[in-house]
């Protein structure tokens, strides 16, 4: 499965992209912590990832998600943070 970050959290997370091969997590949520866990950086404001995934909107397999949906069969995860503009 491959997580693609945006905006805040590409910044947070030190990458716009990484691949997770760790078959453990059976929910998006369960797999968000596991990636704040890891993820030590900050945005410019000093925002971690576990500050900003609250914030954010995510998409499995490009559906809306909460992070209670479950990861079977999951190939991409994006991770959107709340943008400004239009």
Do not use: K, N, W
């Not at 590409?10 to 998006?28: K, M, P, S, V, Y």
């Not at 900050?42 to 995510?58: H, Q, Y």
Request: aromatic content about 6%; proline content about 5%; charged content about 15%.
């Amino acid at each position: 499965m491959s997580i693609h970050y945006f905006s805040a959290a590409r910044a947070a997370a030190g990458t716009a992209r990484e691949d997770i091969t760790e078959t453990e997590f059976t929910t998006l949520g369960e797999l968000l912590e596991s990636r704040a866990q890891q993820h030590s950086g900050t945005t410019d404001s000093g925002m971690g990832l576990a500050d900003i995934f609250p914030r954010c909107s995510f998409l499995l397999d490009g559906a809306s998600a909460t992070p209670s949906a479950s990861l079977a069969g999951v190939q991409r995860v994006d991770v959107l943070p709340p943008f400004a503009g239009g």
